[in-house]
T-cell receptor, first 114, second 116 residues
């Protein structure tokens, strides 16, 4: 079984809808991250969480919110989806106590906003 | 702020050709440097890393040397295979001691296609 899972893997939604992308991990890592990937722009950090009570904005947090429901779960919400949020979204984890610099990625969620 | 710049892609090579993907960075302090690889339909996975100047990271025949004087971390492989076709990302990590230690900044990615 994959250590970092994301659901759904693909999602089509309409402008103005609220949607949630979920990430779960079985690695026991304390840190979790949400990125979006756009062609030619690499990965950009949306939000990150260093533990359950610590959530921080990344470079492109506008229009997004997150929830760290447990150490193993980190959800990303689009409050009112817009077409320029069409992208590939990745969740990642890392372990501060063993190797905080190496991140482990989920398979991604491909989101299309019409 | 920190930034990573990768060579423009895509890169198309024949099998057994030599590969170089350039990566330069701008950062305060002494970040760790990484190459991540993304195979089609998958998430990113760590390919190699280097944590201090002159360190060489290596894995699966790929190598990269941390050059502080030129702020570079170029990826090389002597003989590529079709299975190396993927997107390659250079990244740096915030250095230890700061509140953001462990955050990664990525380059834009370079698409590599290897033909038989």
């Amino acid at each position: 079984d994959a250590d970092v899972t994301q659901t759904p893997r693909n999602r089509i939604t309409k402008t103005g809808k609220r949607i949630m992308l979920e990430c779960s991990q079985t690695k026991g890592h304390d840190r979790m991250y949400w990125y979006r990937q756009d062609p030619g722009l690499g990965l950009r950090l949306i939000y990150y969480s260093f533990d359950v009570k610590d959530i921080n904005k990344g470079e492109i947090s506008d229009g997004y919110s997150v929830s760290r429901q447990a150490q193993a779960k980190f959800s990303l919400s689009l409050e009112s989806a817009i077409p320029n949020q069409t992208a590939l979204y990745f969740c990642a984890t890392s372990d501060f106590h063993r190797d905080s610099e190496t991140q482990y990625f989920g398979p991604g969620t491909r989101l299309l906003v019409l | 702020g920190n930034s990573v710049t990768q060579m423009e892609g895509p890169v198309t090579l024949s099998e057994e050709a030599f590969l170089t993907i350039n990566c330069t960075y701008t950062a305060t302090g002494y970040p760790s440097l990484f190459w991540y690889v993304q195979y089609p339909g998958e998430g990113l996975q760590l390919l190699l890393k280097a944590t201090k100047a002159d360190d060489k990271g290596s894995n699966k025949g790929f190598e990269a040397t941390y050059r502080k004087e030129t702020t570079s971390f170029h990826l090389e492989k002597g003989s590529v295979q079709v299975s190396d076709s993927a997107v390659y990302f250079c990244a740096l990590s915030e250095p230890p001691g700061g509140t953001s230690y462990g955050k990664l900044t990525f380059g834009q990615g370079t698409i590599l296609t290897v033909h038989p």
